[in-house]
């Protein structure tokens, strides 16, 4: 940033921002929100507070140097804006986040959502026996399986509250670290349990529910830098595609209640052979894929058997 940028009027510095950004946002609307972000952050401001701003106001000579590392970062090293201020939005929260965990995606909270309302439509079977107990009973045992930074079981603990037990299993200490963070600063009472996958999870017990969004990407497919240099290659990459949802399909069922449901976040080009993959595996009553917000198959939502 060069020293007309630093001595810019917020208003002017900000339209500066867009500019710089713009090539590695993606588009101007991106860049627009970013620059707004990294204001809001180097001002310790709302997005209010920042409209609200006195138009001549300028930056002081450390938040000017702040604000260069932050763009020199962002602009020639490609590194996700989440990184470089250390948190995300998710829903309704602002998670702490870092290059060991995958930065939280529309489509996760798109997941979350589901499963929410699938709790609040009491499609989802209650108190672990089909029946519904009052709310200050404990009621909904859930487990997240990779659970990175804990957006999925954080966002489900924070809608159900005392009425759900809530466990969650990395096969990363350093995500777990997040997860915990996370959780400790809305004062959530999870789970975190270091392992892989199911096997994690304590072995005697029976959940209603488990959600899991896996690593799902091929390693042959084009990414963005700020994903390829950046992002956990763990929590992205998979050399089989279907091989976490081979495990799910085949073992999930030992850790579900009858009627208990697994959701799961997809590759939308692996969509069908995932569902196949349910489908002809004993133990399921059914299995559905769903749509995301750009009507891609994003989801799928299989039931466990009630019978054998």
């Known amino acids: 940033m060069d020293v007309h940028l630093a001595q810019s009027s917020i208003d002017v510095l900000e339209t500066k921002l867009v500019g710089l950004l713009t090539p590695v946002a993606g588009s101007k609307s991106a860049a627009a929100a ?12 709302s997005r209010a507070q920042l409209l609200m701003m006195p138009p001549a106001q300028r930056l002081s000579p450390r938040q000017a140097q702040v604000l260069t590392g932050w763009l020199a970062q962002r602009v020639l090293g490609r590194k996700p804006l989440q990184y470089i201020l250390g948190e995300a939005p998710f829903l309704s929260s602002v998670l702490a986040v870092s290059p060991a965990v995958l930065i939280p995606r529309p489509e996760t909270e798109g997941l979350a959502q589901l499963v929410i309302n699938a709790f609040k439509n009491n499609s989802l079977q209650s108190c672990s026996q089909g029946l519904k107990a009052p709310s200050s009973r404990l009621c909904y045992t859930i487990a997240d399986v990779c659970t990175g930074s804990g957006v999925l079981a954080i966002a ?3 809608s159900l509250g005392e009425r759900a037990q809530v466990y969650a299993t990395d096969l990363s ?12 600063k809305y004062k959530l009472d999870i789970q975190f349990r270091l392992g892989n996958m199911l096997w994690a999870l304590p072995q005697d017990k029976k959940f209603d529910t ?8 091929g390693l042959d497919e084009a990414l963005l830098p700020e994903v390829h240099w950046h992002e956990p290659a763990m ?15 085949y073992r999930a069922t030992d850790f ?10 997809l ?29 891609m198959p994003r989801y799928l939502r299989a039931v466990r058997a009630t019978h054998s």
């Open 235 to 249: 929590a992205l990459f998979s050399d089989d595609p279907l091989a976490y949802y081979r495990h799910l399909a």
């Open 173 to 184: 200490a350093p995500a777990l670290c997040i997860a915990r963070q996370n959780s400790e």
């Open 34 to 45: 970013e620059a707004r972000w990294m204001l809001e952050a180097l001002l310790a401001c």
């Open 210 to 217: 488990i959600v899991c969004n896996p690593p799902y990407i």
């Open 156 to 158: 489900l603990k924070q």
């Open 267 to 295: 590759n939308a080009a692996n969509a069908q052979a995932i569902k196949t993959l349910f489908v002809t595996q004993p133990g399921w009553h059914t299995s559905d894929v769903l749509p995301d917000m750009y009507a």
């Open 256 to 265: 579900l209640l009858p009627g208990g449901q697994l959701w799961l976040e």
